[in-house]
Structures are given as C-alpha cells and as structure tokens.
C-alpha cells in the first residue's frame, strides 16, 4: 500500500507539476485544503510559488495555519518546495510582516547580493549545485554536487543550522535545504528539476512510507 | 555556482510544432509534448513553448498541450504568444507552465507586468523583447518592436528593459531582430548592453548557428541563457554537445 500524499492547496502556484511527479512516482496524491484530507494523510507536500505575505493569508484564511502545525509536532512527515519551505519560517522580509508556520525557528530575508558581488541577478534563477549535508536518507542515490532549478529572490536563515541538509552558493553560501525531524524543504523546486529532482521526490515518498509503518 | 541554461524554443501552430524535427527518434515529431520531453532528456535546461497561433480554438489547444506536458516533462516550461491578460497568465500557469512570457501586451499595456508579477511572483513573468538596430548619429540604438516584429514602437529597449524590471519582471528573453534567422551569431553588442543594465535575467535570443555563437552570447554579450531553435531542432548540435563545448571552455553548465 503505498502513502497517501496531500499536496496542499491554498492557491499558490503551481500544484499540477508537483502532483504529477509524485503520481508518476507511485504515491496516492489528493489535491486538497480540507483539514480532514490533511489529518488523513500520510505525508504533505506544501508547495508555493508567489508572496509570503499572500501564502500566510490563504493559510490563514483556510484554517490550515493550526493544523499543520499540529501535525508536525505529531510527526507527520511534510516536504515544503521553495515558498512552501520559506512559511515553514518564523517570520519574512517579504512584504507586509506576517507570522510564519513557526516550524522551524529563523526568518526569511532578501538577497542583498550588490553589494558582495556586483551584477549579480535577482531572482536566483536557473540551476545550482546543492552541498549535502551528509548522513541523511533525505540525499539517498544522489550525488553531492547534483544541480537544481531555483527561482527565487528570498532565501531562509533558520536559527539553528544544524537543521541545514545543503547549502548552496549563490555570492554566499545559504541554506538551500531544511530538515528538522520529519519535515524537510527545498528552496529549488524537485519537480522541474528532471530526473535527479525526481529521486529526490521518491526518496520522500519512500520515507513517507517508512514513518507510516511505525 | 549557478549554470548558465540552454533553452530550445519551440513554434507552435493549433497544437503541432511547426519546424522539422528528426533527430531525436520521435513517435510523433510534430507533438510538442514528445518534442519537450525528448529535450529534457537531451539534458535541455527549460523548454519554451512559442505560440504562434492566431486564433481562440488554438489557444484552448495550447492550454491543453501545456496540460500533457505537465505530466510527462520535469524540466521548466515557459509558455509565450497572444498572452494578454491575467486570465490568460492564470489559465497557463494552472495548466502546468512555470513562466509565461509577454511581449506585445505588456508593451500595450505595462500595468499587465505589475498584476501579473504581484499575483503570481516576478520568478513567473518573462517579458519578450524583439529589439531591431537603428544606427543614429553613427551610433547603434534598438527599438522596440510588436505584433511578431511587425510593428515599430518609440520605446529603446534599454530603457523599456529597465522599466519592465521595476514593473516586476523576473526575467528577459532578449530576441535580436536584425540577427533572427541569419545563423551569423547573437547580438552581442545589445545583450551586453541590455544585460549590463537590468539585474534580472537575460536569456539571449537571435542568431545561434555554431556552438561558438552560444559561448559568446554567454560571456561576451553577458547572457545568463541562451535560447535556439533550428540548431537543435535540425540536429546540427544536440544539447549534450553544446554542454561539453561549453564545459571545455570553462562555461559552468548543467551536468
């Protein structure tokens, strides 16, 4: 029996492309904001492109803010792609100040990269090699070093770095990936990042499975 | 660091491409799905649709090529031709594409850039420039063009490069008019120009008929990507040798 998967809808972004990977990779994928879809799922996908500020409204909004929350304190496994891992933050610079999912304790702040390194563009966009932090399953089957496709002009700092699993240079070098108990992010977007974007996917998809089990 | 991207850019008419492709070994080399998918696995760093039909019934046929290509292609996608509204940004962003690119709309309409990237994110707005030269007082200028090149505007590219950046653009696809076709080489002096002068992305475009056009575009005209049609399309380079002739010459590309 394979996990079932809820990518949350909260209307930002592109949702299709993420749900399509994962049904290609075998996972039961449900499209829904219902807080019982939510609380019967195995796993969550919080995906996002677009405005922290518009992200916490829609959550907000939909009721969905505590119950994720919740859920994470539980265990249940959540991956969160590019704004989807930037809300699990305390806080954004981005637009109006709005309180974050507070999963992971830290803010979200601008590429002030002119003055490190002149003509530099924002957004971050195109492919970066991602450093693993090594040991953890989350990187299974993929070398260090692999490219993903970025786009993006805000960039997490949680506080504690021991909860980074890669870091990726772009005029520094930031995190690029969370990881705090079962819940992970990506600032890049797996789902647009071909086939290696696709194991990464599967290697949640499996460890969705492995916490579901127990 | 990040790589500079190859993109293939594909003509669409009423759901088929409309120039030959025979070289990647397709059921259907008229689908752009199959064509898409095929260059994603060519290691293709994006895809761009061009829409280049004129009617309604083909543009409901676009949104469902952008549907199927969602499910089979993992690579970025950018869709662009006759969007001009935020209802057409919404219908191809649902369907599956990441970016959509505007270019006589948001000349027409400027405002359009704004909402489009307020409700959406910048990261989703590509605006298309077709720039054509003008050598006035000895030296060269560009001006804007629209309706596919036909139709001359006031505006310099320059400066609507940088008014489309504060209006919220996340990135622009930069086509040389005067090089378009030629296979003599992009545009340098303009790309340089143009990218010097924004800090978005500029994807060069116009031109490409060796590998060396690319690498130029890339360091000589500062391109952050360069796009290309018939060199890919006809077979002449595929994209794997493209990236090792870029690789060689120190170019950081995508493994």
């Known amino acids: 029996m394979n996990g079932k998967i809820v990518v949350i809808d909260y209307g930002m972004g592109n949702i299709r492309s993420v749900a399509k990977a994962l049904e290609k990779l075998g996972a039961v994928v449900v499209v829904s904001n219902k807080t019982s879809e939510l609380n019967s799922a195995d796993g969550l996908l919080l995906p996002g492109v677009g405005a922290f500020y518009q992200a916490m409204v829609n959550l907000n909004d939909l009721g969905l803010t505590p119950v994720i929350r919740n859920l994470m304190s539980d265990g249940k496994p959540l991956l969160g792609i590019c704004l989807g891992m930037q809300l699990l933050l305390s806080s954004s ?54 490219f993903y496709y970025f786009a993006h002009s805000f960039y997490t ?51 969705v499975e492995n916490v579901s089990r127990k | 660091m990040l790589a500079k991207r190859i993109i293939p850019c594909l003509d669409v008419k009423n759901g088929r491409v409309v120039k030959g492709i025979n070289f990647l070994n397709l059921r259907d080399a008229g689908d752009p799905v199959e064509i898409a998918a095929g260059y994603s696995d060519a290691g293709a760093d994006e895809v761009v649709f061009l829409d280049i039909t004129a009617t309604l019934e083909g543009r409901k046929t676009m949104i469902d090529v952008v549907n199927r290509t969602a499910e089979k292609v993992f690579i970025p996608l950018t869709v662009g031709g006759g ?99 030629t296979k003599d080489g992009y545009d340098l002096e303009l790309t340089a120009k143009v990218s010097d002068t924004v800090n978005i992305p500029v994807i060069a475009s116009g031109g490409a008929g060796t590998l060396e056009h690319l690498y130029d575009a890339l360091v000589k005209g500062k391109a952050d990507a360069v796009l290309a049609a018939s060199i890919f399309h006809y077979g002449e380079f595929t994209v794997k040798q493209t990236k090792d002739y870029l690789r060689d010459k120190k170019v950081v590309v995508r493994t």
Not at chain 1, 93 to 122: A, C, H, Q, R, Y
Not at chain 2, 87 to 111: C, F, Q, R, W, Y
Not at chain 2, 117 to 125: E, L, N, V
């Open chain 1, 157 to 207: 700092k949680p506080d504690d770095k021991t909860m980074v699993a890669g870091t990726t240079e772009y005029g520094m070098e930031y995190a690029s990936v969370l990881n705090y108990g079962n819940v992970y992010g990506t600032q890049f977007h797996p789902e647009k990042s071909g086939p290696l974007g696709l194991r990464l996917l599967q290697n949640y998809v499996e460890l």
């Open chain 1, 93 to 146: 610079e981005e637009g109006d100040p709005i309180g974050g999912l507070d999963i992971i304790k830290g803010k979200v702040v601008k590429f002030e990269l002119s003055k490190i390194m002149p003509n530099t563009k924002i957004p971050h966009m195109g492919w970066n090699a991602v450093k693993q932090k090594p040991g953890s399953k989350f990187w299974q089957g993929i070398p260090d070093g692999t």
């Open chain 2, 83 to 181: 969007i001009s509204t935020v209802e057409d940004m919404t219908a191809m962003l649902h369907a599956g594409a990441d970016k959509v690119s505007i270019n006589t709309a948001a000349v027409k309409n400027p405002e359009l850039i704004t909402r489009g990237s307020d409700k959406f994110g910048a990261q989703c707005i590509v605006i298309a420039i077709d720039a054509k030269r003008y050598v006035v007082n000895g030296k060269n200028t560009w001006r804007v063009h629209i309706n596919a090149g036909k139709t001359p505007t006031e505006l310099d590219v320059i400066e609507w490069a940088q008014r489309v950046e504060k209006l919220g653009s996340g990135e622009i696809l930069l086509t040389s008019m005067d090089c378009d076709g």
